[in-house]
């Protein structure tokens, strides 16, 4: 056993871009200070989204998305907190992502030795108020942000009770980190989990970390948009981008009172330090808001890493190239430890990395959506011939969805099925994936939209505004899509849905 401690610091919805030190231009001293000390990967790309299949993904070491959507830590799963917890290191989590807490997210936060969970972020039913002073709330809160989901009021409700700025979810969260440092900072071998929700929406924080000159809007709060196309003014637009900067700004900020702590009690000599997201968020590019219902733009799926690391020091300030995602943590975290990754685990830990760069794709997506896949270079969204069509089943001993179990409609079409490679000789609930069920995006009576395959060439349009045609690009582009496929070993109905049977065939005839 390697004696180490480690700091994983996890954002939700941390755009690549809204780091300076990834050409950003928000303000972002200190996850800029991180990035000076450490290395930068380039080409960091999610996995499973969104957020629990994300974090599925994160403990498991595998990309999720293709077998069962949002839900609970399966039986048989792997995860890395429990590994390090048998293998002698303590862990512990500190988290105001109240997903964890709702009947999808059974599972993550148990595996770890200990977790706190800070409450009040969204639509966590924190505080109750029978009678909610709505008509205040509507002056407050604008009514295209609010009023279309009147759930959306128990954040205002939260935010009556949240106090200043030191008691909003996102300081606390860093506060129990630097307690928990501040009672173990001589100890050795425990890896701690500081997740913070913020800054993914509602984008609230205090006005001192707004600038001037980001927005002229005057009028009720917009932090909240739709998953929906752009239909906003110029300054509604502005005014939201205004809003999610200075979120960043407060993490940003927050974030140095940690680094100043490792600082002066002389940590950085024992201490690895990762930050990273779960996925980015579109802010009215593309002329979308949000994530996972259109194509999976770079602003969603290419995401920031940071990598700290004493073994690392000679390599303060540089950058990464090599082509990594979020499964990739898995491994990366029992590399740190010196523990064993287990047989099922198909990601790779960047420590190999970056002893050995290689070339490499790596595919992401939502169950039912589009696949997509890089290779840094290239970037491919592939979708099915009709993504309305039946065909695809959930694979789970743990039928729940986001704030739902599986529906009796659904539950009645379970049946038993193999087992997969990776969970253990243990046979499986197949449940069809029905077109209402309360799954993300179908949860709030959407779906997905823009669903048109399309290839990108990431050297000449970083931006994406012109899809390409490349017939030898897209065919090494797909043979990798489903040499992935076989190694995660989706069902076959997966390559019959999504159109790659073909592809399948030609593939297992050729040996």
């Known amino acids: ?25 928000i303000g972002t001293p200190n996850m800029d200070r991180l990035a000076a000390r450490g290395i930068c990967f380039e080409n960091h790309y999610t996995g499973s989204l969104p957020c629990m299949p994300a974090r599925r993904d994160m403990h498991t070491g595998r990309v999720s998305f293709l077998h069962r959507s949002w839900g609970p830590l399966e039986p048989f799963d792997n995860s890395f907190a ?6 002698g290191v303590y862990t512990h989590l500190i988290s105001d992502h109240y997903h964890y807490f709702e009947d999808g997210g059974g599972g993550y936060h148990t595996r770890f030795s200990s977790y706190e969970f800070i409450r009040g972020q969204e639509y966590d039913p924190w505080k109750a108020m029978v009678e909610p002073p709505i008509d205040r709330f509507r002056k407050a809160y604008a009514d295209k942000h609010y009023a279309r989901k009147p759930n959306r009021y128990q954040h205002a409700i939260n935010q009556e009770f949240a106090g200043g700025e030191h008691e909003q979810p996102g300081p606390r969260c860093i506060e129990a980190g630097l307690e928990f440092l501040e009672r173990n900072h001589d100890a050795d071998n425990w890896f701690m989990q500081i997740e913070l929700f913020d800054p993914h929406e509602p984008f609230t924080a205090p006005k001192r970390f707004r600038r001037e000159g980001d927005s002229t809007y005057s009028g009720p709060l917009l932090n909240w948009p739709e998953y929906e196309r752009v239909t906003n003014s110029a300054q509604e637009i502005q ?21 100043d702590f490792l600082d002066e009690h002389d940590m950085w000599d024992g201490t690895s330090v990762i930050l990273t997201t779960d996925h980015g968020y579109l802010l009215s590019e593309h002329e979308w ?21 004493p073994d690392y020091a000679g390599s303060a300030g540089t950058r990464v190239k090599a082509v990594t995602q979020t499964p990739d943590l898995m491994p990366t975290f029992l ?3 010196d523990a064993e990754v287990p047989q099922e685990v198909r990601a790779k830990s960047i420590l190999a990395t970056l002893s050995e760069p290689t070339d490499r794709e790596v595919i992401f997506g939502i169950f039912g959506g589009a696949i997509g896949i890089t290779d840094g270079r290239y970037a491919l969204y592939h979708y099915p011939p009709d993504i309305g069509a039946d065909g695809l089943h959930e694979y789970t001993l743990a039928p729940q969805h986001m704030v739902d179990a599986f529906s009796l409609e659904e539950l009645r079409t379970m049946k038993l099925a193999r087992p997969f490679t990776f969970t253990k000789g243990i046979k499986i609930l197949q449940i069809k994936a029905l077109m209402n ?10 779906g997905f939209d823009d669903t048109e395959t399309r290839l990108f060439d990431l050297g000449m349009d970083p931006g994406q505004k012109n899809p390409i045609s490349n017939s030898l690009i897209e065919a090494k582009l797909y043979e990798a899509m489903v040499r992935q496929l076989e190694s995660l070993d989706v069902p076959e109905e997966v390559y019959d849905w999504y159109g790659l049977s073909e592809l399948f065939n030609q593939r297992t005839a050729n040996g």
Not at 289 to 297: D, E, I, L, S, V
Request: charged share 20%; glycine share 6%.
């Open 82 to 87: 429990r590994i390090l917890t048998q293998q």
């Open 289 to 309: 808001w949000g994530k996972c219902r259109m194509p999976y733009y770079e602003e969603i799926t290419h995401i920031p890493l940071i990598f700290v690391h």
């Open 335 to 337: 590399d740190l430890f």
């Open 239 to 259: 005014e939201i981008r205004a809003n999610y900067a200075a979120l960043v700004r407060m993490c940003d900020e927050y974030l140095g009172r940690l680094l």
């Open 437 to 446: 069920a309360k799954r993300i995006p179908q949860n709030d009576g959407i």
């Open 1 to 25: 056993m390697i004696s180490l401690r480690c700091i994983f610091l996890l954002f939700d919805s941390l755009n690549l871009k809204a780091l300076d030190s990834y050409g950003g231009s």
